[in-house]
């Protein structure tokens, strides 16, 4: 099997350890960082994406957005941030930076989950985008 039949969204370590992959090493993988691929040859990564914080400039002041993931807990933020379930990146990016008890603290501000963001932007003053491409095509409230 090919990385490339394997859902992005899943982590091919748990079919590895399986023995459900064959070893496949695609050229373009010589020029990946290490973290993007295997060592053994199982797994390269397809892509990469980043995830952003957007604010509501009409609810927050630029000098008042969260400038850190650790800004997010400040009681402000409690029932203030919208955060897409589809995009269950930003949570494992999160829970693998920060670990369980900051994510435990950010559960505590119990953010608003749903499953478009573009809905939330208008209405709330903070949501999670997974590329600035989401966060410029999220239509404005007026």
Do not use: H
């Amino acid at each position: 099997m090919q990385t490339s039949s394997i859902p992005a969204s899943s982590r091919p370590t748990f079919l590895k350890k399986r023995g459900a992959l064959s070893r496949y090493v695609p050229n373009e993988a010589a020029s990946y960082p290490s973290q993007y691929k295997d060592p053994e040859g199982y797994w390269t990564s397809a892509y990469a994406s980043g995830t952003l914080l957007g604010f509501n400039s009409r609810q927050v002041k630029r000098a008042d957005a969260p400038k850190t993931y650790e800004d997010l807990l400040n009681p402000r933020w409690k029932n203030a941030i919208a955060i897409d379930s589809n995009k269950i990146e930003w949570f494992a990016m999160l829970l693998k930076l920060k670990g369980r008890p900051f994510m435990e603290k950010l559960a505590a501000q119990a953010p608003t989950c749903g499953t478009e963001t573009r809905l939330f932007c208008s209405c709330w003053p903070l949501a999670s985008f997974r590329s600035p491409q989401e966060f410029m095509n999220t239509p404005s409230k007026t």
